[in-house]
């Protein structure tokens, strides 16, 4: 069959792919995806954001989420999407598991695909925020796969989907951010529907500079291989899973600040911040992950400098971390004031290749060096199972009963064979637990 342009492969991938393409290398890693973004999304509702925007930040207010490569946050634009329409679809559409597990696939899938064609997209964005750009398009797929769109209907949704896609990075590290996954879920969704329902657009739309070329630079769209020849990229490529809720970059600055703290300080000894002269970390040049004073939770997520402080005085990052006390802390401004940025050359703003050196020099003349190529949680060092649960019960035990977040631990876990989604959506509204309730009352 000669296809007519990259647009319209994309539309034969979504449609055609099927459960058989499905392997089950892919089938384990996107399981923990849907696990960790599910325990992810239960801790956002408590933040000030979710209350603010409700539905809009459900997933990515704690910026918390999987981190993949090229950047962007896969899961978030995805898995809301299918679990609002296995909930809101008609009883007589039952999808099992394996229905779930592919139309999340084909979601994640789009999103890779799209940020091969730029290598603008390999490194840390600077200009479009990636979940609004590839995630809104990820969305529609998903959702065109889950409601058994045509081939021709496919690639509509995909034309609507990036009239909708793109939001600036000059809302990073604001409250707006949160948005921008929540409204890609949204939009992809709404794309899908106005598709289903006859709304055209250019049938050409990801062949184009003024199409979808026009949230990157270098541009160079290429058709997708056949189905027969077709091999998933997160087979090749897993995601990182965050252990605190910041910026993956400053995820590297904090395990070299927890190797740098081993020399500093004994037996559990508090930090003796007077006694230090200068802090230098050697980083990429990111600018949006450069606050040297942050005064809010969403600036500190965005801040090289308060994750390293914090870590030195602290040990470690936790999701109270960010909580405005610990942010406004003296010994953390103190900290603050006497931390030094330094960018090698090779140190490049890509999750794949950056890593982290901090030095301390004390005010007596020592100074402790540490460097940090790959953290505990990121695709080369990748969380344990058992660690990845426990992540989930730590962020998922905040709304849910703790029967009840066992019970999920185990659908999940066991998604491929699950005959019918509704048993994993009717858990999800569960009852809060005993002492929220109460607290609400």
Not at 293 to 316: K, M
């Amino acid at each position: 069959m000669m296809l007519k342009s990259v647009t319209e492969s994309f539309a034969r991938v979504i449609h055609g792919l099927a459960v058989g393409h499905l392997t089950d290398h892919v089938i384990q890693r996107s399981k923990r995806m849907i696990l960790d973004t599910l325990g992810v999304g239960f801790l956002g509702t408590s933040t000030e954001v979710f209350h603010k925007a409700s539905e809009y930040s459900k997933i990515h207010s704690m910026d918390f989420d999987d981190t993949w490569h090229p950047a962007t946050h896969p899961s978030g634009a995805v898995l809301p999407v299918l679990m609002a329409l296995t909930e809101a679809l008609p009883s007589s559409q039952k999808f099992s598991g394996l229905d779930m597990l592919l139309a999340f696939n084909v979601g994640i899938e789009v999103q890779g695909q799209l940020m091969h064609f730029s290598k603008e997209a390999s490194d840390i964005p600077k200009r479009f925020h990636p979940p609004s750009v590839v995630g809104t398009l990820g969305s529609a797929a998903a959702a065109s796969k889950l409601l058994r769109l045509s081939m021709a209907k496919c690639q509509e949704a995909l034309a609507i989907a990036v009239s909708h896609a793109g939001a600036p990075m000059a809302n990073a590290a604001t409250q707006t951010k949160p948005l921008h996954m929540g409204n890609a879920a949204r939009h992809g969704m709404e794309s899908a529907f106005l598709a289903m329902l006859g709304l055209q657009g250019n049938k050409q739309v990801l062949d184009m500079q003024t199409g979808f070329g026009a949230f990157y630079a270098n541009y160079s769209p290429q058709a997708l291989p056949d189905l027969d020849s077709h091999t998933w990229l997160l087979g090749q490529q897993d995601v990182a899973f965050k252990r605190f809720p910041a910026h993956l970059a400053t995820h590297w600055v904090a395990d070299a600040a927890e190797s740098v703290r081993k020399h500093l300080i004994t037996d559990g000894a508090l930090l003796p911040t007077d006694h230090v002269e200068r802090i230098v970390l050697r980083i990429p040049d990111v600018q949006y992950v450069n606050r040297p004073f942050p005064d809010s939770e969403h600036a500190a997520r965005h801040s090289f400098q308060y994750v390293a402080c914090t870590t030195l005085l602290d040990g470690g990052i936790t999701v109270p971390s960010f909580h405005k006390c610990q942010i406004d802390r003296p010994q953390v401004r103190e900290l603050l004031r006497k931390v030094e940025l330094e960018h090698p050359r090779d140190n490049r703003p890509s999750f794949d290749t950056l890593y982290c050196e901090i030095s301390v020099t004390l005010r007596d003349g020592a100074t402790f060096t540490e460097c940090s190529d790959t953290f505990y949680g990121h695709w080369r060092k990748p969380l344990s199972q058992e660690d990845l649960r426990e992540k989930f019960r730590a962020n998922a035990s905040s709304m849910l009963s703790c029967d009840t977040v066992e019970r999920l631990l185990e659908i999940i876990e066991n998604l491929e064979d699950l005959e019918d989604c509704s048993v994993l959506t009717t858990l999800l509204k569960g009852p809060c637990p005993p002492e929220m309730v109460s607290k609400s009352i």
